[in-house]
């Protein structure tokens, strides 16, 4: 599970992305920061993978932290991968970066996203709109887009106006 | 993760101790806990400004030493009437100075009031000592009471003093606060600031009302003492002598272990308490990835450090007045020993002794309370200095003697060449030029650090440019005066700040002299009428701890509103509409365009859907602007703008 909240400890970057596997090895947690996009960041750091994050995780960005947060959960190998809101802060086309990662490699494992973006769940396979504890439609992107109209109001307000 | 060892969790946690701080009970236990406060670098300068402080109140202080002389005086004074009274009953006479004065002084009492006396005790064999005794013990009534009143009035009069020289300097304090510049919160944080209010001005009370007068009825009560004891026997009092420098040497040994081990308890519970928070806040991330059992364990390494820690420092913090006293039992023991073969030898009467071995005791005393008022003083001067250093920083600049007001400002922006750093050596601006019409919406989409919220810090003076000129209608913003400046530069930003109080109150922050009547109107410009309308009172809602009880839509429809009812020409949104989700973004922005009409508007936005309809949209990078132009032809350019729009390219 990643949440939206995302919580890093005192610690370095492995000792964080370990909370995930305590035996992996510095193979895993490269590939799973490189799935979450974070092995590109980690290595410009002088200290690597031994930075200190500071209390908090306060020495990093926080779309760098969520990819973090992202490649602690990768390491725990999980059969059901949620995402909470994990991505807000990532930017759109790292965020796509790692949508394909977890297409391409973990074709297996059951993931759940809630995010305010279409962007992040347009490609899921079933999309579950909600509103005050409701669930008021269920389908994929272009059935919802069809029939539903909360989903096509969230849609219209995150895309160009010359639709709406 | 695996599970860290203790040298590794002190080293991760431990900056905690000293960044976060640890506030001390009052007179916390041990001696060592007074040090924390640090030892001030310029005592002196420190003290004659403090002096400033106290001045108004020379007369009390002179009041208050005198009273204190006076109880000072009568403790000793009344404590020496045992002397005549035991040797009478001895059947002797006190032959020592003080002795036979007071022995005087109760003859010629008794004397006076002899019929009295005479007629209670009638003429039997014992009433000669009944008498003296009778009077004795009433001169002594007469003296503590006095003594006490003395103290009495000594304490309420400096309590006056103390409470009124920290009001007066938190006053300042925060009088100066209200006129720092924005630069001085970005070096302190909030905490360091709160903790100049908190802490160290109570420390400097304490040390008034306390320590200051400790200092000196210690003082007087030391002479005083060594006086009576010598006047009363210079042998006993040279064998008294002796002890204390062995006395203190073996106090300040134990102070500087238990110190020591102190210091230690207090970065083992600055580690603590940082594990504690972090595992309280990430609960949900431990809970996912059943790291229970090894925080658990963690906690425990560091909590049994901790333990070893306390039980040093409390221990030799305990220890200390046990052993002080038991040495003291020593010197006493020595010194009566000494005193009874005197007696035997000399003329030394049994009730001087009595005397002196009461002084003896008490002598070493104050030594210690001395030595232990002094790391108060230490401490209490040493936020004294940071109290100062506060009020010594730079304020804002005062504004040019020949500055204008900005009445009927139109808001015509310009930047020219502006260059800017919050550092000299780290320049966040350079070279940015950019004009706005009147009524123009000017947008600045960029990177986080890129400059964008720089530009509008500029643009309020919370800085001011040292290379390149902001003008409004013509007029450099720095030959404006600076209220008026602000008066006419309305903002939102992303994080919104309300404060307890009404909606109405804070919408009319936006300013203070508006009508009801205005108000909602700038709340029905602002989208945000018909929510208020639906709270429990409406306008009188109270908002509570920041507005807690509104979600961040309606708080910052609130802080919208307060923009509305400013007739300020020129606006500012940063990120105005960053926390809320896009539906509800919407909503806002019906109020937020009714809220640009006709007002000079500077948008900045990390949502590029939110600046599309500006005049002019600047791309911001490294400070630079590298693409200028309108929606449409940014698009066409296939820049950087289009990039991140397309989100072929990363906004962090």
């Known amino acids: ?164 | 993760m695996a599970k860290r060892t203790l040298q590794d969790l002190q080293r991760q946690y431990g900056g905690v101790a000293s960044s976060q701080k640890i506030k001390m009970r009052p007179g916390g236990r041990g001696p060592g806990a007074a040090g924390i406060g640090g030892k001030p670098k310029n005592a002196r300068h420190t003290i004659q400004r403090l002096l400033q402080y106290v001045k108004p109140y020379r007369g009390h202080l002179v009041l208050v030493l005198l009273f204190m002389l006076l109880s000072t005086v009568t403790s000793l004074v009344g404590g020496y009437m045992m002397a005549p009274i035991i040797d009478r009953l001895a059947g002797r006479r006190t032959e020592t100075l003080v002795g036979r004065w007071a022995d005087g002084v109760i003859s010629a009492c008794r004397d006076a009031f002899a019929p009295t006396l005479y007629s209670w005790l009638g003429h039997q064999t014992a009433a000669d000592v009944l008498a003296y005794l009778l009077t004795a013990i009433g001169i002594m009534l007469v003296v503590y009471l006095v003594g006490v009143a003395a103290t009495y009035l000594q304490s309420r009069l400096m309590l006056s003093v103390s409470q009124g020289t920290i009001e007066s300097i938190r006053n300042d304090l925060f009088d100066k606060v209200q006129a720092l510049p924005v630069r001085f919160f970005d070096r302190n944080p909030t905490g360091e600031v709160m903790s100049r209010f908190t802490n160290d001005v109570d420390n400097i009370g304490t040390m008034l009302d306390n320590s200051m007068v400790s200092l000196i009825s210690g003082s007087v009560t030391l002479i005083g003492t060594f006086i009576f004891m010598v006047t009363t026997n210079w042998v006993l009092t040279l064998v008294t002598v002796f002890f204390i420098p062995i006395f203190s040497m073996g106090g300040m040994a134990i102070a500087k272990r238990s110190r020591k081990y102190y210091k230690g308890q207090q970065a083992a519970l600055g580690a603590v308490n940082g594990y504690i928070e972090e595992t309280v806040t990430g609960q949900k991330v431990i809970k996912t990835f059943n790291h229970e059992a090894l925080c658990e364990e963690e906690f425990g390494l560091l909590n049994d450090d901790l333990r070893g820690k306390q039980f040093k420092a409390n221990f030799y913090g305990g220890i200390m007045g046990p052993i002080m006293g038991n040495t003291s039992q020593i010197s006493y023991a020595i010194t009566v020993g000494v005193g009874g073969i005197l007696m035997a030898t000399t003329g030394f009467t049994p009730g001087a002794l009595t005397v002196f071995a009461g002084y003896s005791r008490q002598f070493s005393m104050p030594i210690n309370n001395l030595s232990q008022q002094m790391t108060v003083v230490f401490s209490a001067l040493a936020g004294a200095e940071r109290v100062f250093a506060v009020m010594d920083a730079e304020p804002e600049a005062p504004d040019r003697p020949d500055a204008r007001p900005a009445d009927g400002m139109r808001g015509y922006v310009k930047m020219q060449d502006v260059t800017f750093g919050y550092d000299p050596d780290k320049t966040v601006l350079h070279h940015i030029d950019l004009y706005a019409k009147p009524g123009q919406k000017i947008a600045f989409v960029g990177s986080t650090g890129a400059g964008k919220t720089t530009i509008t810090n500029l643009l309020n003076r919370f800085y001011d440019v040292e290379q390149g000129a902001i003008t409004v209608d013509d007029v450099n913003i720095q030959d404006y005066r600076r209220d008026d400046l602000r008066r006419n530069i309305a903002m939102v930003l992303q994080d919104t700040h309300l404060f307890t109080g009404t909606v109405r109150e804070n919408i009319r922050y936006g300013r203070l002299d508006a009508t009801d009547e205005e108000v909602e109107a700038a709340a029905k410009t602002a989208s945000a009428h018909s929510f208020i309308m639906r709270l429990e009172h409406g306008y009188d809602t109270v908002i509570e701890g920041d507005g807690t009880n509104l979600s961040q839509g309606q708080r910052q429809l609130l802080n919208i509103a307060r923009a509305a009812l400013s007739k300020a020409p020129i606006l500012v949104l940063d990120e105005a509409t960053s926390s809320v989700d896009t539906r509800t973004e919407r909503h806002i922005e019906h109020g937020l365009d009714r809220l640009m009409q006709g007002r000079t508007t500077f948008v900045i936005a990390h949502r590029l859907s939110t600046v599309r309809n500006a005049n002019a949209i600047m791309v911001l990078e490294h400070g630079e602007i590298i693409e200028r132009g309108d929606h449409d032809d940014l698009l066409a350019q296939k820049g950087r703008y289009w990039q991140l729009y397309t989100g072929a390219a990363e906004l962090d």
């Open chain 1, 1 to 164: 599970m990643v949440l939206q909240k995302n919580v890093l400890f005192s610690g370095t970057i492995e000792e964080n992305l370990r909370w995930g596997d305590e035996n992996a090895t510095m193979e895993e947690i490269r590939k799973a920061a490189d799935y979450a996009q974070a092995d590109k960041f980690v290595t410009t750091f002088t200290n690597g993978y031994q930075t200190d994050l500071g209390q908090g995780g306060s020495n990093v960005s926080g779309g760098q932290k969520q990819r973090l947060c992202i490649a602690r959960a990768l390491l725990k190998h999980p059969k059901i991968l949620i995402l909470d809101d994990s991505t807000s802060a990532v930017d759109t086309a790292t965020e796509a970066m790692i949508r394909k990662a977890f297409a391409e490699e973990l074709p297996g494992t059951t993931k759940i996203i809630i995010a305010q973006r279409i962007g992040s769940v347009r490609d899921a396979d079933q999309i579950v709109v909600m509103d005050n504890g409701r669930v008021t439609g269920i389908g994929t992107h272009a059935q919802l887009l069809a029939n539903n109209t909360e989903y096509q109001e969230i849609y219209y307000s995150q895309t160009d106006r010359k639709e709406a």
